[in-house]
């Protein structure tokens, strides 16, 4: 005698927020895929490096300490570690100490990653700009989420 197989069970019903989220994720994947591949091949930075420097231009005094550089960009202190040394290797950002405690370490951006964070926002609000439109012309669905959001129309 072959063994029953279980009947599938239905999946629950997916309520229209939880599909404008899964929209929204699989627009954020590719339009991240898209602008990494950008930055990496026009200006030989990622995209985390990008948006440090965007950071670091924002700040009134050019320098974040890396505690809130790394609540900014996302990441964790190791790892923002990690993208502060590849920024001053690169000679975009230096890091120095706070002269009341020792113990803070700031970024500071230099002249060179000015340049660089200049240069390199052209291709990233162009490529923005083409992937979200590809985006919403693609895909209806996406297209229905970038108008929730504002972001094309």
């Avoid at 072959?2 to 009947?7: F, G, K, M, N, R």
């Avoid at 995209?47 to 950071?55: K, M, T, V, W």
């Avoid at 660089?116 to 297209?143: H, K």
Wanted: aromatic fraction near 4%.
């Amino acid at each position: 005698m072959t063994p029953a197989v279980p009947a599938p069970v239905a999946a629950p019903p997916v309520s229209d927020l939880a599909a404008t989220w899964q929209h929204i994720l699989l627009l954020h994947a590719r339009v991240e895929n898209r602008l990494a591949a950008a930055l990496q091949r026009r200006h030989g930075i990622g995209l985390s490096e990008f948006r440090a420097l965007g950071h670091l231009v924002a700040s009134p005094t050019s320098e974040l300490r890396m505690q809130e550089l790394a609540d900014k960009v996302g990441l964790n202190q190791s790892s923002v570690t990690r993208l502060v040394a590849r920024l001053s290797t690169a000679d975009f950002a230096v890091r120095d100490l706070c002269p009341d405690d020792k113990r803070g370490v700031y970024t500071v951006i230099t002249e060179t990653g000015r340049t660089r964070y200049a240069e390199a926002s052209r291709t990233y609000e162009e490529t923005l700009n083409a992937a979200l439109e590809e985006a919403r012309q693609a895909d209806p669905q996406l297209a229905a989420a970038l108008t929730v959001l504002g972001a094309a129309d």
